[in-house]
């Protein structure tokens, strides 16, 4: 299996524009998560999805922060408009269900994103 | 709630030496606690987990974690560091079972 896929891997972009990362889970997983890292406050849980359905979406930042899934295999963290204290790196994770005591979370490479 | 602390940002340690990387976590429910390691430019991969089994974990690469309840300790060792093991570790903790809390990681560095 190839793995979690994220695209693009690097983005740089101006303040305001409108940014989208995605995420191609590994297949067969009905699980699907977004984290945000950075120096300042570390690796964070933004929203996570099972069998598509948005479950938690408490760790989005704001509402210039949205996220779907529209099927099992594609994901997208949409940010519109962009601003410079959005670069991070942003990961996509999979797994086989939510429950992390039973079900690993496979990590995509990232994607870091730079708004200047 | 649940949070981890994670002692040293920075651990350098010699080839062949002991390597110690220090977790504390804070949880209101019985914890799920994990270890996770990321090379540069890649994503996290999981070393081990504990999951109310056996207090003593043990993972992947050498690595082994023991889950101390008296201390709120899950402490990551390995007898014997090697270059290969250069790389940021995170200690994460799960109240829910449902969503990881993350430390804020420690960088090792393996000098040989």
């Known amino acids: 299996d190839a793995g979690v896929i994220q695209s693009p891997r690097h983005e740089v972009t101006e303040m305001g524009q409108e940014v989208t990362l995605r995420c191609k889970p590994i297949s067969g997983h009905n699980s699907l998560f977004w984290y945000r890292q950075t120096m300042m406050r570390g690796l964070e849980l933004l929203i996570y999805f099972n069998n598509n359905v948005p479950i938690d979406d408490s760790g989005m930042p704001e509402d210039r922060f949205s996220a779907k899934m529209p099927n099992a295999s594609f994901s997208t963290l949409k940010i519109q408009p962009s601003e410079p204290r959005d670069s991070a790196v942003y990961f996509c994770?999979?797994?086989?269900?939510?429950?992390?005591?039973?079900?690993?979370?496979?990590f995509g490479p990232g994607t870091r994103l730079t708004v200047t | 709630a649940q949070s981890v602390t994670q002692l040293g940002s920075h651990v350098s340690v010699s080839e062949g030496a002991l390597v110690l990387l220090r977790c504390n976590y804070s949880?209101?429910?019985?914890?799920?606690l994990f270890w996770y390691v990321q090379y540069p430019n890649q994503g996290l991969q999981l070393l081990l987990k504990y999951t109310s089994a056996a207090t003593l974990v043990k993972g992947i690469n050498g690595f082994e974690a023991e889950f101390k309840k008296s201390e709120t300790s899950f402490h990551l060792t390995k007898p014997s560091a090697h270059m290969s093991d250069a790389a940021e570790y995170f200690c994460?903790?799960?109240?829910?079972?449902?969503?990881?809390?993350f430390g804020s990681g420690t960088q090792l560095t393996v000098l040989p």
């Open positions: 994460a903790v799960s109240g829910s079972a449902r969503q990881l809390t």
């Open positions: 949880s209101s429910v019985p914890p799920y």
């Open positions: 994770a999979s797994s086989l269900g939510e429950w992390v005591s039973s079900y690993e979370q496979y």
